[in-house]
């Protein structure tokens, strides 16, 4: 089978996971030791080895940039691309252990955000693989009157309870898994509390799941419907997130209006899901233009799924 097979043949839920938990400590134990700076030098060789040997993240990442700069990428585009990645997962170990004082933040949007929260029935914070969840968490961490509840699917949320074990046993999140009788309980519950609690919506591990057809840089693709219908379903305003890395120690975070559900009724509910959908694809495309090194999806992200449930937007 040609590599470019099995990009095509290869989807996010399937793809082997590389992460090793002894290397993680042995990585963390020099990141904390050493310093950023210093720990910094190993990133160039783990972004040169999966851009050398990992052929279908290398292909998935040739296609996205092709896309967004509107040219074939060159290697050091493909280059810039991996290492932008694993500054990101990198800068995670010193956020996890709060140290906030290496980073440089920028923050759009805030006074939009706390205007939510101060309505007291607290928000969907909705974003995709494109830049750094953590340095949003971070803010919550930083200020105690911000609570961050992360929804995700539950071998992701096994997967991440394990990497914060490794790092920093003392650090925890708070995370509700998909896929459990009480899940959708357990997140009316932190909203009602005032959480903001956060998902990325722009994967699902099931094909079949009913979604939404959607323009992503000059392609549709499917985009599972079920965390904008929770929000619809729960009447609850919904907000953009992204935390995109800018180099060096810099992270922007954006706050977008994306929908706001409080008040919609049952007959307006397929109206303002397919334009919240719209919304989000564009929300994406902006980002990813303004920081296109920022897009963490190394599977063939525009693959054709399932038409079952599809809503065309």
Known sequence: MSDNQKATDTNWASTPERSNMLMLRIMTWVSLHLGRRV???????????????????????????????????????LYQHFFTFASTIHDRLYLVNRRFDLFDFEVHGAEMLHKLLDEGNGLFLMGAHLGSFEVIHSLAVKRTDLRVAMLMYEENARKINATLNAINPQMTHDIIGLGHIDSMIQVSERLDEGYMVGILADRSPDNNDAHYSVDILGSHV????????????LKRPVVFMTGLYLGGNRYAIHFDTLADFSNITRTERAAALQTASIRYAKLINHYCHKAPYNWFNFFDFWKPTSTKGSSKS
């Open 222 to 233: 499917n985009l599972p419907s079920g965390p904008l219908r929770m929000a619809a379903l």
């Open 39 to 77: 720990s910094r030098i190993v990133l160039h060789f783990i972004a040169s080895y999966f851009l050398l040997f990992s052929p279908t993240s290398r292909n998935a990442s040739r296609d996205y940039l092709k896309r967004v700069l509107g040219h074939a990428p060159r290697w050091h585009e």
